[in-house]
Every structure is written in C-alpha cells, then in structure tokens.
C-alpha cells in the first residue's frame, strides 16, 4: 500500500463570512455508503510501511473486505463475525491558515530530522508524490499545493483523522454536531467517510450498544517484544493490550491478521485505565461477545449459505478452546504468513 497515495477527502466546502478565530458548528444530519457500492475494507501495511504493529506482522500488504447490508458488516475473510457500524466521516476538519501549516511543517520536519531511520518517516510532511487536486487550477498554483499542500493521515489543530465514530447521525436519535476552530478567511470544510471504527474509541451513547465484553490489558512494557520497561507510555500499553487480544483469538481460530483486522474495524472499545502511577500506564481493549454469535452468511464455494448460526462464545472457558477454519485474508502473493 502506498501511503502517500491514501486519504484522498471530499471537499472542500467554503463557509462564506468565516475568519480566523470564529468557531463553526457543523451539524451531521446522515452518513452512509453508496448503495451500489455497499463494501468497504480493512488493511494491514507492508511491513516497510510501517504501522502500530509493524514488527510483528512480517507479511505483504493484507486485506479484508468487508460486504454492508444495512447497518452491519461481514466479511468472506473472518468467518463468524458480524457487526453494527456506525458510518461518520473519519476525517472533517477545516483548511489551515499559511501560517498554522508552516508551523506543521517544521515541527513534524524536526521529529522525522531527529528519527532519521524510523520506517515510515514520525511526521506527515508535505510530498508532491500522489498528490490528487480535483480541480482544474493554473499549473503553477497546482504544483504550489504539491509541495506544501498538508498530508491528512494524522488529526492536527484543525480536526482531521480522528476518527470519532460517535460523529454521526443513527436511525431515531438526533443528529450530531462537531465545533471547529476557524483558520482562515472563507474556511473550507473538508471530510472522508467511515463505516466503522474500532480504534481507540470511547463508549458509544447511540444504537447499536455491545455490552458483553471480553477485556484485555496492556501496560507500558514491552512483554510481548525484548521486556523493556516504559515509563507510562500509553502506546505500548494499548500495543501490548492489542497483542494480548491477538494471541486469544488466535486460540478460538483466527489468524494473527484476522485479528488484527477485526481489532481494527470491529467496535471495539479502548480505555486508558491508569496514567499516573509510574512506571506503568495500563490501556484496555473490549471485544463484545454479540459480534461473534449473530446470524451471518457464510461463503462455502460458490453457494452462499443464508442463516447460519455457530453460536461461538468467545468467553473465556476452564476446558479452553476447540481451534476452527475461520477463513483467511488476501495477503500479497509473495506475503509471508
């Protein structure tokens, strides 16, 4: 996957009478997907791509499809799973000022300067490569915007991916509202859709509500890595709490990769439990039981097998667990698995 070739967002919206210090309240009425194109996907970078998990998943580029009926999501490549999205755009933000995307620039340029050999680069600077513009503008004011043009992979002061899963609109429940800080004259608007998010998301106070879950805890040691102690690093921590959901799931049947995928897209839940008492920080993950034991189809061959039910309890249980083909991504032909 290129990930200077990701992210590509709809927009922009200008918002005429805006300036800089005015706050802009945007009221989500509906999201959803095309209705002829009711699939989306998860992924998992090539390992020189990098990514929270980037040494230990030593594979190719891997990839889940994940086909939408309604509200709810399943996939050819998970077998067993079925869940609830909620569709919000994972990124909205608003246009920076000149001066506010210099002050990006350098700060994100002095943390890639001061980690030379991370793979990929700490920051998200401007890079004319993959750059798309979709409008038809003067040559020198396109090439302009290729060399200092912000990247959107991160969220910044202005919004961006932040991937709130609550931002967003539900069937009989009111619309939601996001309030943005003003960065320039005539702000623009500008949003990407999600159908679903499981990373690092708070409780959700709208439909659908999981409330069995399975519950792991990471803290900020590196126990699944070479042991080394952190002082209340709350990325290791989740890390090693995500790490530990991979290795249950694993004993029920699923790939490391499927379940990294599902950590990913499923509506998980993510808590920093404790973030003062040194040296260790503690995160927890809660995967909700119902996603593992609803009717779902099944693809057996070319036969699609409506109404199937495996009544997979994912509880933890004294006799331990009966290991199943539980399917498999798509990894990259020349993946390592």
Request: charged share 20%; hydrophobic share 35%.
């Amino acid at each position: 996957m290129d990930l200077l070739s990701t992210h590509y967002i709809s927009g922009p919206i200008g918002v005429e009478g805006a300036k800089p210090g005015d706050c802009l309240v945007i009221e989500i009425l509906d999201v959803n997907y095309f209705e002829n194109m009711p699939w989306g996907y998860t992924g998992i970078c090539d390992r020189k791509d990098g990514g929270l998990l980037a040494t230990e998943f030593n594979s190719k580029a891997t990839k889940v499809i994940w086909d939408l009926e309604g509200i709810y999501a399943s996939s050819r490549h998970i077998h067993g799973v079925r869940f609830a999205g909620i569709p919000h755009p994972g990124i909205i933000g608003t246009a920076p000022s000149a001066e506010l995307l210099d002050k990006w620039n350098k700060r994100e340029e002095k943390l890639i300067a001061d980690n030379p050999n991370t793979i990929p680069p700490l920051g998200n600077v401007p890079n004319p490569k993959g750059v798309y513009i979709g409008q038809d503008i003067p040559e020198d004011q396109e090439r302009k915007i290729a060399l200092q043009g912000a990247r959107t992979f991160p969220g910044r002061e202005n919004g961006g991916n932040c991937d709130i899963k609550d931002l967003s609109k539900y069937p009989m429940l009111p619309a939601f509202e996001i309030i943005l800080l003003m960065g320039c004259s005539g702000t623009k608007v500008l949003n990407i859709l999600h159908f679903s998010s499981g990373r690092n998301d708070d409780p959700s106070p709208v439909a659908p509500q999981y409330n069995q879950q399975v519950v792991f805890e990471g803290i900020s040691a590196d126990v699944h890595g070479d042991g080394k102690q952190y002082n209340l690093d709350a990325t290791v921590a989740y890390k090693q709490a995500a790490l530990n959901a991979i290795t249950y799931l694993g004993k029920i049947g699923y790939t490391k990769e499927q379940a990294y995928m599902l950590l990913s897209a499923a509506p998980i839940e993510s808590h920093i439990s404790s973030i003062v008492d040194s040296p260790n920080a503690c995160v927890t993950i809660g995967i909700p039981t119902a996603i593992f034991d609803q009717v779902f189809s099944l693809l057996v061959g070319i036969m699609v097998c409506a109404n199937y039910k495996p009544h997979q309890d994912i509880s933890p249980k004294p006799e331990g667990f009966t290991k199943r083909y539980l399917g498999q991504c798509a990894i990259g032909s020349d993946g390592v698995i």
